[in-house]
């Protein structure tokens, strides 16, 4: 006997509502029951005749969901319950419900658009909007409209706010259901300065779990990622109270024998820790849970259009998703769950996390709208459209791959490889490898990049043939790891094989385009490498899956390389394979300033060049070499962006050295030109003109030198090809350019670069500041009425006074003015500062003279010093 759950109340609206033809939104908060009593109450309304498809978002979750519904039935899995995942299978002749993935929905949905024999489709956990999940309901509901009207649309969510979704979806009735009610008490651990994730969970198990009475139960500890999965484990057996606890992992990558162990009841009264990504928010039903850690985190993997990279993510967990976790506490009785992190950043956290479909490879979307028939916009009933510009270029990339014609619509390579169920690139190196026979190496490098890592990196690195050696049972160096424990992996590769070999004679692979930063072949028409050994082969495998990530060695064995495709990527220090001349690159994280490499095969830097043979060119280059400050002009042989040879080019075109010059001028700006006070007074003054009169005066701003040097600067930059080179220019000169002599002469007239001065000196000007400054002794101005002009009297020059020492004392560009009404305050400092010297009550009738009192006597009695 079942026992009750609060859907049971609402199962017969839920069936009366999916007629033929009709479209349900079910929201059911955790703990309902929807996954466990929705499909079986729908296939007994349905009758002996009608199948249902359940859609559940990971492997994982499909075959727990079969189990648990098949034990309601009291039947082991393959009878009226089955499931299907990738390459595997549990269903029988009897199966009506069968648990599918998204993934491998799509395929046959591509196989039969009507869905014969098919009464309902139900999308499980749709609030973790999927890519997968969201291009299959677009994809049936056009099929539907088109061909099976009848057919039944059931879209079940836990946190999803459905008034949107039921805009979007015509005709679509909505029910709700709340999930268990048994409270869940929320505490708040903020992070201590500088505390790790780790011990953020000890102190969270000793404060809020140890602390209570056995049995304990199982505390469910959330936390991003596999590595801090691993971290934590190692964290608690170090304590002196996790020894001999049960402690297990619960991730997406799990096999199905240890999947079991995690979500199991604790074996004894100490408790059992359950440490989880975010896979066990939803869809898995994880016994004797009481207690929630919830780290706070989520890892997402978001596609980079600029680099055409995967990275991997780690973000703030939504609000909902928040909600979802904290629900895994109250499932059987009060719980109590602990957020490390404060009540503040809860509420700035996203309500929801944004649809998978705009963040991830768009390459796998763009091969099922391609075998579908449609382009982005060909009327597909998104809820969610992908980026335009990312899926353009995936189509592009697909054309390369020879899995579309000119015109978007796929070939039968392309067909091939949407058959294969894995990555486009994966698929496409299998089909070339199979026109080659190495069809077993190829699935094994398949697997391995569509699985977890089997190997711990910190022990085997980042080198890809020693995960080969693993999974191929051949004797591998040290520290490859142990044989036990690779039959998941074995068995995926042989699976894999068999569906490898029975298809790959409907299609040969087509000859792509050649390479690009992004896809291309890289030896695809070549013969096989002339040792043929795994290794090579196993480069020539990636680089037809990912030729842009061919790489050459960018430092002096430091682990720093640079991709084919233009990208830095770096290895850990400490890898085997940091002192490589060369790499294939199978697996990156794209994040960072650089992509972080996961696994790669070594080459030699010949190796690469067998690989790229056929996509070398010879270019000629003329460039700015930052290091040595000087123009480089050389022949390349290159792939890409990888140079392979250099060697020197002496009769590269004076155009192209003058341009590599201004480029390089560009970048350690104009500063670093001859530049004295003559050039820079002409520049100030020219500018000044120019800004003030206009024409025939050029602009001479620093803004418009910068941003043409080669206007100004380019005819006189023959035969120079350096920084040191420049410092032979006469700046002066150029600046002047073609201005006539007049205009030469009239410029002295307007902005003359000194000034007389009422004592009778001529001081300079000083055009620094864009306006025209005199800097002179206040006594030297003493009987000057009206203040200096320049520009035919259109513009006052600034007089900055000064003391007798030099010092600035009043600073006007009125100088009647300040006679009038400053010089007053002014003479009554100086006066008490500096007594020699003489200080007029009106300075408009002074003696202009830098002397003091006696000096002045003196002059007038004809007496020298």
């Not at 989880?276 to 004797?288: G, K, P, Y």
């Not at 335009?388 to 000119?406: C, I, K, M, T, W």
């Amino acid at each position: 006997m079942n026992p009750p759950l609060p859907i049971d109340g609402r199962l017969a609206a839920i069936t009366a509502a999916l007629g033929p033809g009709a479209t349900l939104l079910l929201q059911a908060e955790p703990g309902a029951g929807k996954t466990t009593r929705v499909p079986l109450a729908l296939l007994e309304s349905l009758g002996p005749e009608g199948r249902l498809l359940l859609l559940e978002p990971r492997r994982l979750a499909a075959r727990n969901a079969a189990q648990r519904l098949a034990a309601s039935l009291g039947e082991n899995v393959g009878g009226r319950v089955g499931y299907s995942v990738r390459l595997e299978s549990r269903t029988s002749a009897a199966t009506r419900l069968e648990v599918v993935t998204a993934g491998l929905f799509l395929r046959r949905l591509q196989a039969d658009p009507a869905l014969d024999g098919v009464a309902c489709v139900i999308f499980d956990e749709f609030h973790e909007r999927q890519a997968e999940a969201d291009l299959a309901l677009a994809m049936v509901r056009q099929a539907r409209s088109l061909l099976r009207p009848e057919l039944r649309l059931l879209v079940m969510s836990a946190t999803l706010d459905l008034a949107p979704l039921a805009a979007q979806l015509d005709g679509a009735s909505v029910i709700s259901c709340e999930g268990r009610s048994h409270p869940v008490a929320v505490a708040y651990q903020p992070p201590r300065p500088d505390e790790r994730l780790e011990r953020q969970v000890l102190r969270a198990l000793e404060g809020h779990w140890l602390v209570e009475p056995e049995p304990r139960g199982t505390a469910l500890v959330f936390l991003p990622g596999l590595g801090e999965l691993e971290t934590a484990r190692r964290a608690i057996e170090t304590t002196p109270w996790g020894e001999g606890l049960e402690v297990a992992l619960l991730h997406g990558q799990l096999p199905l024998a240890a999947q079991g162990q995690a979500i199991a009841a604790p074996r004894g009264g100490m408790g059992k820790v359950v440490l989880a990504t975010s896979v066990a928010e939803s869809s898995l039903t994880i016994a004797a849970v009481t207690l929630v850690i919830d780290g706070g985190l989520s890892r997402r993997s978001r596609f980079d259009p600029a680099t055409g990279m995967d990275g991997l993510v780690t973000q703030p967990a939504s609000q909902a998703s928040a909600e979802q976790r904290r629900g895994r506490a109250g499932r059987l009785g009060p719980g109590r769950c602990v957020r490390l992190w404060s009540p503040a950043e809860q509420q700035r956290r996203p309500t929801f996390d944004p649809p998978e479909l705009l963040e991830v490879d768009p390459l796998p979307i763009a091969l099922q709208l391609a075998e579908w028939g449609a382009a982005e916009d060909d009327g597909l009933p998104w809820l969610t459209a992908p980026p335009r510009r990312p899926l353009e270029e995936a189509q592009g990339l697909l054309r390369q791959l020879g899995a579309v014609d000119g015109q978007g619509r796929i070939s039968p390579h392309g067909r091939a490889m949407a058959r294969l169920g894995l990555h486009p690139r994966l698929a496409h190196m299998l089909l070339r490898a199979a026109d080659r026979g190495w069809e077993s190496l190829a699935t094994a490098v398949a697997v391995l990049l569509s699985e977890r890592d089997p190997l711990d990196r910190r022990e085997a690195g980042s080198d890809l043939m020693r995960r080969l050696d693993w999974l191929l049972r051949r004797p591998g160096p040290e520290g490859s790891g142990p044989s036990a424990g690779r039959g998941p992996w074995s068995s995926l590769q042989a699976q894999l094989l068999r569906q490898l070999r029975q298809g790959s004679a409907a299609s040969k692979p087509a000859v792509v385009d050649g390479g690009t930063s992004r896809g291309g072949s890289c030896g695809g028409g070549r013969d096989d490498p002339p040792d043929g050994s795994d290794d090579v082969r196993a480069a020539q495998l990636l680089a037809w899956a990912y030729p842009e990530r061919l790489a050459l060695g960018r430092g002096r064995g430091d682990g720093r390389f640079l991709m084919r495709g233009g990208r830095g990527a770096v290895l850990p220090p400490g890898d085997p394979l940091a002192a490589a001349e060369a790499l294939a690159i199978a697996s990156v994280d794209g994040q960072g300033q650089e992509a972080r490499v996961r696994l790669a095969v070594a080459l030699s830097r010949s190796g690469l060049e067998e690989l790229v043979a056929e996509e070398i060119e010879e270019v000629t280059e003329a460039r700015w070499d930052g290091t040595d400050q000087r123009v480089r002009c050389e022949r390349l042989r290159r792939s890409g962006a990888l140079v392979l040879e250099r060697r020197p080019w002496p009769d590269a075109s004076g155009e192209l050295v003058e341009r590599a010059l201004l480029e390089g001028l560009e970048r350690v700006g104009l500063e670093v030109l001859p530049w004295c006070r003559t050039s820079r007074q002409l520049q100030q003054r020219l500018m000044l003109a120019h800004r003030h009169l206009g024409a025939p005066w050029p602009d001479r701003s620093p803004e418009r030198l910068g941003q043409d040097p080669g206007a100004w600067l380019g005819p006189h930059l023959g035969g120079l090809r350096s920084l040191q080179d420049l410092q032979q220019l006469d700046l002066a000169e150029i600046l002047w350019g073609d201005l006539d002599w007049s205009l030469r002469r009239e410029l002295d007239r307007l902005l003359p670069l000194s000034q007389p001065v009422p004592s009778g000196r001529r001081v300079p000007l000083d055009y620094g500041s864009g306006t025209p400054v005199l800097a002179v002794k206040l006594q030297e101005m003493f009987g000057c009425v009206e203040g200096p002009t320049v520009l035919d009297g259109r513009l006052a020059v600034r007089v900055e006074l000064l003391s007798p020492a030099g010092r600035p004392a009043a600073v006007t560009s009125d100088l009647a003015g300040f006679w009038s009404q400053g010089y007053a305050e002014v003479r009554r400092e100086l006066r008490g500062r500096y007594p020699r010297h003489p200080w007029p009550e009106d300075p408009r009738q002074g003696v202009a003279s830098a002397r003091t009192k006696a000096g002045l006597a003196r002059e007038a009695r004809g007496e020298r010093r």
